[in-house]
């Protein structure tokens, strides 16, 4: 465990919270996993009636983590057992430079508001932000226009749908779910694209994570350009909608490359930190107005994950945000940054290692917000 310099934090947050291990229900969905032994894991388990584990699927032994304070250990443990689901997911070809991505990578960083780091897995190696950037063009949306400038242009409810969707833009609602799905988030940087210029966002961006190298990736930025129809469509029925404040052009375009900046999980951490300290940054300044990280953590939770939201939020119960590049950022309202990282994604688009690790190490740490 390494250390690094925060001031004091003085709020009124309430203390860590452990929670306990729901243990094992049985009469789960079978899968090819069944069988799986778990190799290594007994400490892990704890268990003493192996055979619990036999009904589980290698996707839902996260029920049967037990409460523990050793995080540094549990998060090795937690990147243990998600490894092997790795070859389960794909990497996100539809922008080829992300087909790229050795999909093997599984890492995670977290950072604790008493000034203590961790880290476990693959950690060094550089990834495109993608859609994690929807959330500080929300906090930077909210700081610029205020909430009810924000949630004219898009709604608060989650899609049930995957993120490059269509059918939210119904006749209805006439305007984007949420500004985590790609139609809010054009609309947000479209909106912020009239206001402030790119250069402006990244710093920004750099102020939240702590890191004033942040840039933009060139080879992501020209080849999501290239192959960006599906978000033009989206953008030209924004048009249609009137919901672009700024040209149409200008909008994809700020809001391509704020997906193309190149992060770390210790960045995403730092990210989910300020968060965490409801706005403070590292040197213990006000960055964020805390109403509006309030608003932001709660889109996370029911809207983060796209359509895997529900589900996480039940299961692992914090606030996150993914992106294609295989990051995610969560939070532990309080307590913890996390980055987590691994390019191999599930059919929601979200990293099928760095979801199980999470879910896992909710449960070891009792995370889970509503337990
Ligand atoms: N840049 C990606 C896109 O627009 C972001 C998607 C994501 O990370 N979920 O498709």
């Not at 003085?10 to 929670?19: E, I, K, T």
């Not at 080829?96 to 950690?123: F, H, M, R, V, W």
Request: proline share 5%; net charge negative; hydrophobic share 40%.
């Amino acid at each position: 465990m390494t250390k690094f310099t925060l001031p004091r934090q003085d709020n009124s947050l309430p203390a860590p919270y452990r929670g306990q291990s729901p243990g094992g229900d049985r009469g789960l969905p079978e899968s090819q996993y069944q069988n799986y032994q778990l190799a290594n894991s007994q400490n892990f388990l704890e268990t003493e009636d192996q055979s619990l584990l036999s009904g589980f699927t290698l996707a839902e032994t996260y029920r049967l983590a037990q409460p523990s304070d050793a995080l540094e250990a549990n998060m090795a443990e937690a990147l243990h057992l998600s490894r092997p689901l790795l070859s389960q997911g794909r990497l996100a070809d539809y922008i080829p430079e992300l087909a790229k991505a050795n999909p093997d990578l599984l890492g995670l960083t977290i950072l604790a508001t008493d000034g203590s780091a961790y880290q476990a897995g693959d950690c060094d190696k550089p990834f495109t932000i993608q859609s994690i950037a929807k959330v500080a063009l929300l906090l930077k949306a909210l700081q610029l226009g205020g909430f009810a400038q924000v949630f004219s242009r898009v709604g608060m409810e989650p899609s049930g749908a995957p993120f490059s969707e269509f059918t939210t833009l119904g006749d209805f609602s006439d305007k984007p779910s949420n500004p985590f799905i790609n139609s809010g988030a054009i609309v947000l940087s479209s909106f912020l694209a009239a206001h402030i210029n790119f250069e402006t966002f990244l710093a920004f961006l750099c102020q939240i994570c702590n890191n004033p190298n942040l840039q933009l990736d060139p080879a992501v930025y020209n080849s999501e350009r290239r192959t960006s129809e599906r978000n033009h469509s989206l953008a030209w029925e924004l048009k249609r909608l009137k919901l672009l404040t700024a040209d149409l052009d200008l909008s994809l375009d700020f809001y391509t490359k704020l997906c193309s900046i190149e992060v770390r999980p210790r960045d995403l951490a730092h990210f989910g930190l300020c968060l965490a300290r409801r706005g403070q940054d590292a040197a213990g300044q006000q960055i964020l107005r805390a109403e509006d990280v309030t608003t932001t953590l709660a889109l996370m939770y029911t809207c983060g994950l796209y359509d895997g939201s529900g589900e996480f939020a039940v299961e692992a119960g914090i606030p996150a945000k993914s992106g294609v590049g295989g990051g995610i950022l969560a939070v532990v309202p309080g307590q913890y940054g996390i980055g987590a990282f691994g390019p191999s994604l599930d059919r929601n688009g979200n990293s099928i290692g760095g979801i199980n690790a999470l879910k896992i190490l909710s449960h070891t740490q009792g995370w889970h917000v509503l337990a």
